[in-house]
């Protein structure tokens, strides 16, 4: 039975790759020519290269921690009203 379920699971996941443009095997990524095309390799196919996927690892350590920064500050930041010492007659 779990068998099964992972099946299903390795098959949605093939979809959603299939889906999102991602090359199939090695076959499918497209040769550097110059320059740019390497640059290019490196950050849009982190199976391209072991450089490439280091810089991927990098790229999502810094979002990763970026968010965490933003989700420690803005409470700190923000004003919230003394509404409780406010006397309202």
């Known amino acids: 039975m779990y068998f099964v379920k992972l099946r299903a699971c390795i098959e949605v996941v093939e979809q959603l790759r299939h889906s999102e443009g991602c090359p199939e095997s090695s076959d499918d990524i ?22 490439a996927f280091v810089v991927g690892i990098i790229s999502v350590i ?28």
């Open 30 to 51: 497209p040769k550097a020519d110059g320059i740019r095309d390497r640059l290019w390799l490196l950050f849009e196919y982190p199976e391209s290269s072991k450089a």
């Open 62 to 89: 810094i979002i990763n921690v970026s968010i965490r920064i933003i989700v420690i500050l803005i409470p700190s930041t923000t004003m919230i009203p003394d509404v409780i010492s406010c006397s309202c007659r």
